[in-house]
């Protein structure tokens, strides 16, 4: 079955670049998706790749893939303390009724 | 900005009480999902469906039950509350679809349930 690991922690300084990593399991992933989670709220997704690709860049946000290694990093340059959030990395089959597997999520904290 | 609403945000109830928990989306999804999300941060998949008149048990066996009468709704139910419930409940949607960006979840604010 599927599985998506990720660090659960991550503290960085205003201004750092804060480097994400998730790992999974399953090959046959088409869709590798961030989201992010506010205190209180919902996943609001960020930025998705498909698994053809091996870099995507968003303004601040970069997402690398390593099919290899089943690695997948999200980087987000001049973090600011508005980017403390939970991060969840997440993958789904290439299946309209497949559902998307969620990794544990990883707590970034940017402090000033 | 997605056009998810989950009712209500907060609740607290006392033991054996029954709750029903809103999740209303006026995207047109066919898809639709409850999510159980520890303190610890981690998300359980307990029920989905992929229309009307569908309901699937998740990965996470849960107490609750849900329905799925018309497109736009989809509540989930517990009939008889307990301590071990209290826990953040989020509702999703999405569309079937493959080749775009299908699969997209679209997530409520989610309902914050605490079981005294």
């Known amino acids: 079955g599927e599985d998506v690991e990720q660090s659960l922690f991550l503290s960085v300084r205003e201004g750092d670049s804060s480097v994400i990593n998730c790992t999974y399991t399953?090959?046959?992933?088409?869709?590798l998706y961030w989201y992010k989670q506010e205190p209180g709220a919902g996943l609001q997704l960020l930025t998705y790749?498909?698994?053809?690709?091996d870099m995507k860049q968003d303004q601040r946000l970069t997402v690398l893939l390593n099919k290899k290694d089943k690695h997948l990093s999200l980087r987000i340059a001049d973090t600011q303390t508005g980017d403390s959030a939970i991060y969840f990395c997440a993958e789904r089959w290439n299946s309209g009724y497949s559902t998307l597997t969620f990794g544990k999520g990883t707590m970034l904290l940017v402090s000033p | 900005e997605a056009d998810i609403y989950q009712t209500p945000r907060y609740l607290v109830i006392g033991t054996g009480k029954k709750i029903t928990l809103e999740c209303s989306q006026t995207m047109g999804h066919d898809k639709m999902y409850w999510y159980q999300q520890d303190p610890g941060m981690e998300l359980h998949l307990i029920h989905y469906s992929y229309g009307v008149n569908s309901t699937e048990k998740g990965d996470l066996s849960s107490e609750s039950t849900v329905s799925r009468i018309r497109t736009e709704h989809f509540p989930l139910t517990l009939e008889s509350a307990r301590p071990s419930h209290t826990s953040q409940y989020l509702c999703?949607?999405?569309?079937?679809?493959?080749?775009?960006?299908?699969?997209?979840?679209?997530f409520g604010e989610g309902s914050r349930l605490t079981v005294l």
């Open positions: 790749i498909f698994s053809n690709m």
């Open positions: 999703a949607s999405s569309r079937t679809a493959e080749r775009e960006l299908g699969g997209e979840l679209f």
């Open positions: 399953d090959s046959s992933s088409t869709y």
